[in-house]
C-alpha cells in the first residue's frame, strides 16, 4: 500500500469516526480542543470508549495518608469513596463546598456519560496527589514499547555480526540504521564533538525515536499524540536541563555567574540574566514542541469539523458540498504532520545537543581588569 493510500485510509476513518462522535449525545457538540486534550479514557468511537484506571493518594485524619485505586472513574464513583468535582459534578451551579454532590447527581453523571471528564476528590479527607493513568501516558508507554521491541530486536541482529561485520540486511535495519547514523553525524558530532559524541549520544537517540513515534501515534485512527502534553515535553525538556548543567564545564559555570571581558558593573547586569537563561533554554524546548504538536490536530480537526459547522448552518446539501474541500486540505495538512513529525524530532535533539555542547564546551579568556 502507497503512503497516498494510506493517508486516505485515515483521513476516511477519521472522517467516519467524528460524526458518530459528535452525535454521541443530542448536546455535545464538535470541540477540536477537546479532541486533542488529555483524558481518562481512550476514545474508540464508534465502538466504545474504554475507561482508565484512576489512582490517587488520600490522607485521612484517622487512617492517615492511603492509596486508592479503581478500575474506572465509574467504579470511583460508584465506590462512594469519591466524588466529581463541582465543576464537573452537573450542569447546575454548586456551593463552595466541595461534598455536596447526592447520588442522584452521580446517577445522571454516569448515565450522560459525562463523569469520564471528571476530576474527582475524596469524599473524606484530603486529596495528596492524583496519579490517574491518562490517555496521553498510555501512548507515551506505548511508544516506548514499541521501541523497545524495535531496538531491541536490532540489537540482537548487530549482536550475531548483521550490521557489524556485514552490511545491514532488510529494510527495517537498513531505515533504523540510516536514522542513527544520521543522529549520530549530523546532530551529535557538530555540536558535540568527536570526543563527547559517542557519551551523549543514547539520550539523543531516545529522544529523538520516542518524539518521532509518539508524533507518529498521533496519526493513527484512535491514536493520541503524548508529545502534545505539555507535561511530557517538560519531562522530556527536563532531562536535556539536567544533562546540560551537570556535564556544564568550569567555562560554562564562569559564564553564568562571572561573565568574563565584560567591565565589573556589567558582569553584575549579565549574572541574573545567564541565570535565568538556564531555565529559559528548557522551558522553549518543552513549549515550542507541545505547540507545534497541538496546532497540528487543531488544524486538522478543525478542517474536518468544517463539515459539521456547514451543515448546522446551511443545511446538509451545503454540508456534503463542503466535504470535498475539506478532505482535500485534511489530507495536505496530514503530509505536512508526517513531516512536521519528523521535523519536531529533529529540532528537539539538534537543541539538546547544541545546549550540552555549549555547557561542555571549554574557552580561553583574558580576563579585563
Known sequence: MSIGHLLSTLVCFTVLL???????????????????????????????????????????????????????????????EMLPYPDHASDEPHDDEPHTASPVDLDALITSGKHLDSKLIPREGALLLDLSITKHLVFSILASGILLTIFIRLARRYRRGIGRTSAPKGVFQNLFETLIVFVRDDIAVPNLGKENSDRFLPYLLTAFFFILTCNLL??????????????????????????????????????????PDMPVLVKFLLIPTEIMGLFTKPIALAIRLFANLTA?????????????????????????????????????VMFLEILIAFIQAYIFTILSALFIGMAIASHSHSEAH
Open 18 to 80: 467524528l460524526p458518530f462522535d459528535s452525535m454521541a449525545s443530542e448536546e455535545e457538540e464538535f470541540d477540536a480542543v477537546h479532541h486533542t486534550a488529555d483524558a481518562y479514557y481512550l476514545d474508540f468511537l464508534p465502538f466504545a470508549k474504554v475507561e482508565l484506571p484512576r489512582l490517587f493518594i488520600v490522607r485521612h485524619e484517622l487512617s492517615g495518608t492511603q492509596l486508592l485505586a479503581y478500575s474506572s472513574t465509574k467504579r470511583a464513583l460508584q465506590s462512594g
Open 218 to 259: 498521533g496519526l493513527v485512527p484512535f491514536g493520541a499524540t503524548a508529545t502534545s502534553n505539555l507535561n511530557i515535553t517538560a519531562v522530556l525538556a527536563g532531562f536535556t536541563f539536567v544533562l546540560t548543567q551537570f556535564n556544564g564545564s568550569k567555562d560554562h559555570w564562569k559564564h553564568v555567574f562571572w561573565p
Open 296 to 332: 497540528g490536530h487543531l488544524v486538522i480537526l478543525s478542517l474536518i469539523g468544517m463539515i459539521f459547522t456547514f451543515t448546522q448552518l446551511f443545511g446538509e446539501v451545503v454540508g456534503y458540498g463542503v466535504v470535498p474541500i475539506s478532505l482535500g486540505f485534511t489530507l495536505f
